[in-house]
């Protein structure tokens, strides 16, 4: 004997029941003995709930809804039975409709909905569709037969989550089942007293019909069809990478439902468990699959956990008072009066210190449940004993599940890590005595975030992914994106790294997905898919979208997109960028973002604002944490200046060097922003800050390069005219400096906390002397490196150094994942 349920999913239309008769079939062409359980067509039950509250609180519209939902199953019957055998289901529904419109009528007059009614209102859906699947089968040359669980199930009169007595239901099915040899199909859901009331069982209570049948006829495996690939390691809807869990223990899987994973119902498992009888989640429309078997004891695992659940909207409450410290009964009291009011605790976690018990209910139930509580503690409020009972709503709970976390150290510390990491807040936690579950109350906000992220660390530690929000498609960032795409197979195979991009921005267009861009496609993508750019609101969907792991990647050199970086590192959103401007502004507001980083546990990284790819701020932060002190920072940081010092020699004029520097595209438009300094001036002010000199701006010291003519010149070309007039002061400045067998170099000094910005000569000794093309080259003098310099010198400028080093900031906040 087997016992199949299949589920509202499984039954919501024409062709998905056309895919069960067909499950039925081929179970039936094995000549297998079965019982068949159905629920209401998806989605029923909860409008019928919905008409039934409408009815009572007077509102005529019931009835078009009610009209809808019986054409909903007028349609089926006619997509399921041809036009001559079709009257007889009509007839039947539409007297099921009839009933149910009196019914309806009833509570619309007496403006009442008793949960007695209610219940009897819900029945319907599952007697409308399983009538339904019934005359379909038949009509297939099946013998099948309708059976209303109302004549076999007994329950006492608990409404909308009655209890069965076992003994007396028990007995019936049996005595049911020797009596007829069709197939019988099974209302799901419902019951009935013993005066024939009609009870339910519980919303999802089909489960628990199946497995009450299942126990009684002593199957030997119940199946549950739906319409996931059966119980997975997090609900599928909310986490995309959820996989199936092909075997779990029953234990694990009333954890797993009491928390949320709906697809089967907790308490149906109970007389299954105690018969050992097996259960198989399966999907209708997968048929192949093999689901998940659900057993008395967990099989070894590959896992620390067995899966993650939550419940989505629950509301805290919170009662403290100093008056609660070390009385007794509080805590038993408090419950008391809560069941008696049948209003159920989801999680309860009291603080050692006695001074506060917490716990969650469904939120439906908070302002009943103040009042319960302020009446039953009524003499402790009054003198002060207990001083708030708070709520709070709008938050969910998350558990994670496994009967392994008994046997393995270390879980909760990985769940709490990566919440952290993760920039949420934990509001409550607890952890079952059974070591089968430990739970977090957290914003309903952060849930989904919450739930990828853990399920990420558990099952997929192998592979991690970062979310990267990418400004500025320009030179940088578009070989940025190209980079990631060449590496895209590497990472994942080597590193297990995936590097998502879920947005993307330039000038014209935005697009968030974070399901991800194509890297080989994004400029069709950003062009196709994008809407027009607004970057407040780019960031504030980053914010809003609250994915794991995310990293906003500037590579403008946007002067005010620098505000936005506080507010993301705020929300936990690490910051990578090449732009220069939050870091060369006022100290304070550096010190702020560096301070925001660290407080939120995310990285701000700018490796390449100083010298491109070249790793000059990690050394200086490598020594730095090291302990070491710094006495002297000379660097070269401008290519433009670099290459054009190193091109200056004896039998070449100064001006020609410039506009050589220019035609290569070496310089800025105007190549006096380059000679003016101010971009040196601004890296070595960054450099400053690292080595931790709080330098302003104004504080570095430009020694002005050109003379004034040239300087003030009022045009581009005007520009070169002076140049090239003022011959004979650079050929001096070069002269002069041979004359003592040195070279020119255009250097920023950093030394006893001031910083200066100046052209100077150096003699062979300096390891600035050999220096050529356009080279960047900065040297440390510190206390460790003393007597020989530390020299990191190599190019300092350019789009593949510079997104190369943009991408090393990336790949060093994935190595911080864990
Ligand atoms: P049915 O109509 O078959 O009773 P339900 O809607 O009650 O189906 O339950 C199936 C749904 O449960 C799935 O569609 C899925 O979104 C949800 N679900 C939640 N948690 C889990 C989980 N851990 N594994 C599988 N499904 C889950
Ligand atoms: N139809 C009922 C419900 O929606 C029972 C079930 O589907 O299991 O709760
Ligand atoms: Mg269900």
Redo the contacts with the bound molecule.
Sequence with gaps: MKVLKF??TSVGTVDTIKQVISILENNLAQGERMAVIF??MGG???RLIEIGRMASAGQAEYLELLKAVEERHFATIRGLLNVKNQSTTFAAVKGLFNELEDLLRGVSLIRELTPRTLDLI?SF??RLSTTIITEALKHRGIATEYCDARSLIRTNDHFGLAEVDFEITNRQILEYFAKTSALPCVT??VASTADGITTTLG?????YTASIFGAALDAEVIEIWTDVDGMMTADPRKVPNAFTIPSISYAEAMELSHFGAKVI?PPSLQPAFAKNILIKVLNTFNTAFEGTLVHRSANGKEYAITGISSIDDVALVNIQGSGMIGVAGISARLFTALSDHRISVILISQASSEHSICFTIDPRNADRAREVLQKAFEAEIAVGDIDSISIEKNLSIIAIVGEGMKKSTGVSGKLFSVLGKNGINVIATAQGSSELNISVVLSKNDLSKALNAIHGVFFQSETRSLNLFIVGVGLIGGTLLEQIRNQTTYLRDEKFLKLNVAGLTNTKKMLLEPDGIDPTRWRDELDELGVKTSLPAFVQRIIELNLPNSVFVDCTSDKDIVYYYGDLLDANISVVTPNKVANSGRYAEYLQLQRMALHRGVKFLYETNVGAGLPIINTIQGLMASGDKFLKIEAILSGTLSYIFNTFGPGVRFVDVVREAKAKGYTEPDPRDDLSGTDVARKILILAREVGVPLEPEDIAIAQLLPDNCQQAPSIEAFFAELEASNDYFEKLLTDAQAQGEVLRYIATLENDRATVELRTVGPQHPFYTLSGSDNIVSFTTERYKDRPLVVKGPGAGAEVTASGVFADIMSISSYLG
């Design positions: 589920g509202g629920s209401a029923v039950t909860n819900m859906g599952e799901g859901f919303r999802g209570g089909s489960d119902y």
